[in-house]
């Protein structure tokens, strides 16, 4: 069973379009995030929710939002897509108390043509 | 804000040898926690090892152990024995205490060569 899955992994689409990429988590965890690893492989931190309450929001454009319908699941929605945005966009879930640290998902390669 | 610092952008290791991987952070907190991520080419992200700051002891798992020195706020992995499989991207991670928003450094990118 994969603990946190996101898809799809690869997503190609033109300037201006609207996408999502899907995340859902099956370890109970309390608390998912959106990070973003730019083609320089630095990783920053787009979103957190808690008990699907937003508790961060990064300097992130507002064309992102993310979207959790239960504690499970938070989609990442982008848009009116730029080039800029082309990345690699991480999901990750953790517990409250995080001595374990986060669980990631593997993934999805986002680019804009 | 907590910055986490990896000064070491490339490394290289023989296959057996040791090496190590140097972080610092900068924090004005005392309760948080430190982590080492590795990430391969398959991209995805693998907790490698976890220290708690309220702990003194350096912790270890298997091959991989860190040099914790919170005063000096630095914290590197060692990875003994390197293993072609050691390949990978290495992240190190600060993470504050019961706060949802743990900050990476740029990482380490790590060749085993046989």
């Known amino acids: 069973d994969t603990a946190v899955s996101q898809t799809p992994k690869y997503l190609v689409t033109q300037m201006g379009n609207d996408k999502s990429i899907k995340c859902e988590q099956n370890l109970g965890h309390d608390t998912m995030y959106w990070y973003k690893q730019d083609s320089k492989k630095f990783l920053k931190i787009m979103f957190s929710y808690n008990n699907k309450e937003l508790i961060i929001n990064e300097t992130v454009p507002n064309r992102f939002s993310p979207k959790s ?45 | 804000a907590q910055t986490v610092t990896q000064s070491q952008p490339e ?13 610092t952070y900068d924090t004005s907190e005392n309760n948080y926690y430190l982590f080492w991520y590795k990430q391969p080419p398959s991209r995805q992200m693998i907790l490698v090892i976890r220290q708690e700051a309220y702990k003194q002891q350096n912790a270890t798992e298997n091959r991989f152990s860190v040099n914790f020195q919170k005063a000096a706020k630095s914290f590197s992995l060692k990875i003994s024995d390197s293993q072609l499989g050691d390949t990978a ?19 380490t990118r790590l060749t085993v060569k046989p």
């Open chain 1, 69 to 113: 319908p239960d504690k499970a699941h938070l989609n990442l929605h982008i848009n009116s897509l730029e080039l800029g945005d082309s990345a690699v966009y991480f999901c990750a879930s953790s517990q409250e108390r995080r001595p374990h640290g986060y669980t990631f998902g593997s993934g999805t390669r986002l680019t804009v043509v």
């Open chain 2, 11 to 23: 490394m290289s290791v023989q296959e057996a040898e040791t090496v190590t991987l140097s972080c």
């Open chain 2, 89 to 107: 991207m290495y992240f190190c991670a600060f993470d504050k205490y019961n706060n949802n928003d743990m900050r990476f450094g740029a990482g």
